[in-house]
């Protein structure tokens, strides 16, 4: 019971800690930190690089959410508890909505910066595309079957096989973008260079607040898992 | 060797009405012919710094959207036949692996395809004047490809066999899984059509080597899973 409420403490802090570290980081990237480009050599708006706060912060927790699908899974089929489960459709969740963010926040930057909201053979682009309908397939997975076990069982295999799908998925997409050289006009001309300085500083404080507002949206998810699991036990006993 | 029996029953099966198959070889040359339309005239102009019409680029694209669309239907109906008279259940009982039945899925699954291939493809030869210049080449790559497919497909189709909206949702999670193969096979299929050699393909063909290997493993261990109740 101790342990019990010392974890429901530390959520709370968790609940409370996150907002506000979110205002902060906001507060910082809009209004306190610079910009390490020269802005006559800059691609469209400099202001625009402020986005790269927000994009690589929230594009790393779609991935780790979708390694922690994966690791849940494996432990689910090994040991058949509910809590695997739960973990892995919280994660997959969470991660195909950071997924969607990453593929709309980068097409806002490419429209600011290379005047195109997509372009065509760019490896992370086609990545980060890939991990997103792989991950929606597999809540798809999930709304066809109606029973608990059937459907952790069947989405957890799923799991196993999308997230094995994706290095090389990564291997073949850049293989090929390296074949066909850019071919539309605007072409990016790959990853900006180091991130030093001060810059560092105001973008691991967004991947604080970024990592720590994945972690509260799952906890939530699973929150209200447990509780329908309890609401349908309860329906159980009630009715027998 | 339980697995060749499995697949010499499927074969079986099919070989007696040969309606899959049919069903398989007439739907990818419809998917062939209708994007031959589809793309309509101008896709026969010549582009010269390429040497090639643009339909002769697109070619190789269309060549493996009939094959994973046919494919597809042969590969819903290889374990839709099996959930009725309960048959599954009849092959969980046999004294093997479960790893076996896939094997068996797969080795018929692939021969199914692979005729399906070999008939579609002097049709398509014939409609786009092509002229084959390395067809030892063209068959690796084909077979490659379509391993690829056939592995993770038989798995994928056990997986979705169970659930309520199986026709649509195979495809659905088949195809984000299946893009390494496609972007390979399309990329490698294209060079063995015009003059390649197998060096100028050896990227892509690793790409597939690798994924079979991968898959076909992973498949092995995960299986199990997928049709226990």
Redesign the interface.
Known sequence: MRTNSVYNMLKKILYVITPVLILISVYLVFFIAPIPIDPGAAAGDPNNFKIFFFHLPIAISAYLSFAIVFVSSILY?RSKKQKWDMLSLSAAEVGVVFAFLTLVTGSIWGRSAWNAYWVSWDVRLNTSL?LF??YL?YL??RQ???EPE?RA??S???G???F??VP??F???R??SK?HPCVVPPCPSGGGGGIGGVVLYYLLINFAAYFLLAATLMMLRMDNERLKEKANELKRINNF | MKFLQIAKKDLKAEFRTKQMLNSMVIFALLVIVIFSFAFGNEATIFVSNLNKKIIDLLAPGMLWIAFTFAGMLGLSRSFAGEKEEGCLEGLKLCPADRSEIYNGKVLSNAVLMFLMEMATLPIFVVLFSYDIKNLPGLIVVIILGTLGFIF?GT??SA??V?????EI?LP??L???L??VI??AV?ATGTMLANGDFSDVA??MQ?LV??DI??FV?AQM?FE??I??
């Open positions: 089929l890939i309908l792989i397939s798809m997975i066809a079957v109606e059937k069982r069947l957890a295999v799923f196993i096989i999308g094995i799908s090389i998925s291997l073949s997409v293989f090929y074949m | 993770v798995l994928l997986l979705t169970n659930t309520r909206t199986r949702l659905v999670i195809f984000p899984v893009i390494p972007l390979s990329t990227g892509e790409i690798v994924y991968i898959f992973v995960v899973y997928t226990e109740d």
